[in-house]
Structures are given as C-alpha cells and as structure tokens.
C-alpha cells in the first residue's frame, strides 16, 4: 500500500468500539431473525464501490485472522485496500479458502458449494458470504421457515442469482456444515442461516 493510497483512504467508523458494536447487534440480530430486512447502522466512510451495509458489516466482522475473497468489481477498487488498512485481513484468491466471501451487485455469485462448509466437528469454521443486492421488492418471492421464525417469514428481494433456492437446499440439508448469507443493499442487511429452510413462491401466492 502506497503514500497515495493511504492519504486517500477513507475513515473507518467515527467510533470504532461503539461503531462495530452497533453493526455486530444488526448482525446478530439478523441472523436470528431470518428473512427479515433490518437497518444497518452506517458511522464510516464507507467507499464508493460495493453496498455500505455490506462495507461496515465487513469492517465490524473481519480481524487479522480472517481470509476474504472479493469479487472481481470489489478486488481491483480502493475497496479492498480500505478493508485491509481497518481490518487486517487476508485476501485469498481461491474462493474456498475464504471465511469471508463478499459479492458485488452485478458480478457472478460463487455456486454455494464452492465455499467452505466446515465440518461436522467445527461448523463455525464455514464461510459466510455476503450479497449485495439492488433491493429487498420487486423481485423474487420467498418463504422461510426454521428457527427464529415463529410460522414462515416471505421475503422478497431483487437480484438473486439463478439457482440460488435449489443451492440453498443442498447448503440446508447439510446442517450442522453449511454456508450463512447475508443479502445487503446500500442501507439494509438480511440474514440467511444454513438452519432456514427457504422455498420460492409466485407472486400470486405471496
């Protein structure tokens, strides 16, 4: 990292204890309550590339010990550098070398198998991949159902990738192994764990 790179890199959160412990609350909070869109607290510079609510969840999870794989409009951006200064993380080329895999709207999604699962003995040791998505309307019509869910959740959201319902069945039934997702936009997160069970529906039926 260049003189120039780190004179133009942008802030991290205005607070950093107060910052990653606001986001890691919508974080958790998500992922107990699945298919459920919820703000996400924004106090950084986040860089103009990639959602924000994706950026400052990245910024609070990722330390020195975490390996992350970006997608290619994310890792060849002032992105990557600003994650690494505030985070000291690791990038990897290989997506299933990553704990964290991120996702930029628009590019390719990596096939959910192709992303570590951990293992029946240690499943926290599975990657989490993080989504951006142009929005949680006008778009494709789930329903979800599993733990912290009291009957079914619907969700809609715009931007899945082909496959993606048929993917996460296989990631569900492999529970306690499995990938956990988080779908963001610019101001929102929603959380997926491998425990839900998510089907699509028509529109007529949501």
Known sequence: MNTDTLQDMRAGFSSEALGSQAVFRVAL???SHPGRPMTMPIEAECPELGHRAAAVLLLALLD???TLWLSP???GS????????HTG???VDSVGQADFVWVAEGDAVPDLATLAPGSDADPQGSATLVMDVPAFEGGEHLRLSGPGIQSTQKLEVRGLPAGFVAQWAANHAAFPRGVDVYLATHTEVCGLPRTACINAESAMEA
């Open 64 to 66: 020195a010990d975490c």
């Open 73 to 75: 409009t994310l890792a």
């Open 89 to 91: 993380c690791r990038r």
């Open 78 to 85: 002032p992105t990557a550098a600003w994650l690494r200064f």
């Open 29 to 31: 909070h998500a992922l």
